[in-house]
């Protein structure tokens, strides 16, 4: 089954609350976004958003441009019933992260929790961080959640890479600067322990 097929099939089957990941609100996340931009014009993407509710909560919080990409039209479909009217606030973007036709220079900061985990090949993780550098703006901000060194090695029936702050930054190379780490104990729907680390970098 090809990678967007089986995403569709696993939100095809499993409730928003019922997926490993899902978190009532992405509490770190929101905090990192919140604490470094300030301005409600900046413009953010939330990699993988799918169904998450990062995007309500930041457009609760007065943000005016937030797109969300996921490969999942299924994923994004319920998010923007979720939202209601106020899915027309946000912009959504369907297709592949490595492939997909960004704007060049277009966010002021990056957010992906849990996508560059599945990247298994060094190929497409290659072309991630490509994609990081053409998309965000020269200063702008990049904030990565994967799993970490103690948690799972597979998630949805796909393997995964886990990393620690330092291999994970490594991935990204000099041209980001690690500016503040954390490590998050998640605890999933059926009550089991994830742990995740995040990374926010300056381009």
């Known amino acids: 089954?090809?990678?967007?097929?089986?995403?569709?099939?696993?939100?095809?089957?499993?409730r928003p609350d019922?997926?490993?990941?899902?978190?009532?609100?992405?509490?770190?996340s929101l905090d990192l976004i919140t604490r470094t931009i300030a301005d409600?014009?900046?413009?953010?993407?939330d990699v993988g958003g799918g169904e998450a509710t990062l995007v309500d909560d930041l457009l609760a919080a007065g943000y005016r441009r937030v797109d969300v990409l996921d490969l999942s039209a299924t994923a994004l479909e319920v998010a923007?019933?979720?939202?209601?009217?106020?899915?027309?606030?946000?912009?959504?973007?369907?297709?592949?992260?490595?492939?997909?036709?960004?704007?060049?220079?277009?966010?002021?900061?990056?957010h992906d929790r849990a996508v560059f985990h599945f990247l298994t090949d060094p190929g497409a993780r290659r072309?991630?961080?490509?994609?990081?550098?053409?998309?965000?703006?020269?200063?702008?901000?990049?904030?990565v959640a994967t799993f970490g060194p103690e948690g799972p090695e597979k998630c949805s029936g796909l393997d995964?890479?886990?990393?620690?702050?330092?291999?994970?930054?490594?991935?990204?190379?000099?041209?980001?600067?690690?500016?503040?780490?954390?490590?998050e104990e998640h605890t999933t729907p059926a009550g089991r322990q994830q742990q995740f680390v995040y990374c926010m970098c300056r381009t």
């Open 80 to 110: 923007r019933t979720r939202l209601g009217e106020r899915a027309a606030q946000a912009g959504w973007l369907c297709g592949d992260v490595t492939t997909y036709a960004f704007e060049p220079a277009a966010y002021d900061l990056w």
């Open 160 to 183: 995964v890479v886990r990393y620690d702050a330092d291999s994970l930054h490594d991935q990204f190379g000099a041209r980001f600067t690690l500016v503040d780490h954390q490590m």
């Open 1 to 14: 089954m090809d990678p967007k097929n089986h995403w569709d099939a696993v939100y095809q089957a499993k």
């Open 127 to 143: 072309a991630y961080v490509g994609q990081v550098l053409q998309a965000v703006k020269p200063g702008g901000h990049v904030i």
């Open 40 to 45: 409600r014009d900046a413009r953010i993407v």
């Open 18 to 28: 019922e997926v490993s990941w899902y978190r009532p609100h992405l509490d770190v």
